[in-house]
């Protein structure tokens, strides 16, 4: 059963704080994605990792930058958290070379900037 | 510009009766699609998907269904239960892309 933790399931941070979402996977798979999800405006992604060490740019990534130096874990960080980064954060997995393989989410970061 | 369009934020259906999903997409070159269930608090959980090569996939109650040249897709759900009230994200994806986009979900309800 694969298995998708995430850190926190709730964060409260100030503007211009320093944010780490960490993201671990049981499932040994190759890659690994961020996204946050708004009403309104669906899933989003931040960034997402094919293999450690390697990242790639979703379609948001102004204001996040990430880390996977381990397989199992992808991070993802707020530079100076701001209040428009308020939102509700997923992390999700996946095996093998198809970007439509199935994707297995976390439960999810609800982090709130004040 | 949205690439995978899901024009009904929110649905109401009575339970036992039949609920449809629909989602739009605008990119020709998707030829794999994806339908994601959310419940509140939870992470999206894959539900079924469809190859451009078949025009209906099924797996008990859920079928979904392509037509290429509308550049549609829909999700029936038969006969509807209260476990299937959830948010559902459609998704699509091209065999040359790096990633899946996501459409913004509907909401779906079903009434007692």
């Known amino acids: 059963d694969v298995k998708v933790t995430q850190s926190s399931r709730y964060l409260v941070k100030r503007t211009g704080e320093k944010v780490f979402l960490e993201c671990v996977q049981d499932m040994d798979h190759e890659n690994m994605f961020w996204y946050r999800q708004d009403p309104g405006l669906g899933l989003r992604l931040i960034y997402f990792?094919?293999?450690?060490?390697?990242?790639e740019k979703g379609d948001i990534p102004e204001g996040y930058s990430v880390s996977r130096e381990k397989k199992e874990r992808f991070s993802l960080i707020l530079e100076s958290a701001s209040t428009n980064q308020t939102s509700m954060y997923l992390c999700?997995?996946?095996?093998?070379?198809?970007?439509?393989?199935?994707?297995?989410f976390g439960p999810g970061t609800r982090l709130t900037v004040l | 510009d949205q690439q995978v369009k899901q024009n009904s934020p929110s649905l109401s259906v009575q339970e036992g009766r039949i609920s449809i999903l629909n989602c739009d997409y605008t990119n020709s070159m998707f030829d794999y699609f994806l339908w994601y269930k959310k419940y509140p608090a939870e992470g999206p959980t894959f539900l079924i998907s469809i190859s451009s090569i078949k025009d209906k996939n099924e797996d008990g109650r859920f079928t979904v269904f392509l037509n290429k040249s509308a550049k549609h897709l829909s999700l029936h759900i038969v006969p509807s239960q209260p476990g299937d009230s959830a948010v559902y994200f459609c998704?699509?994806?091209?065999?040359?892309?790096?990633?899946?986009?996501f459409g913004k979900g509907t909401r779906l309800h079903i009434l007692p």
């Open positions: 999700a997995s996946s095996s093998g070379i198809y970007s439509y393989n199935e994707q297995f």
């Open positions: 990792s094919y293999d450690v060490k390697m990242k």
């Open positions: 998704a699509a994806s091209g065999r040359e892309d790096d990633k899946i986009i």
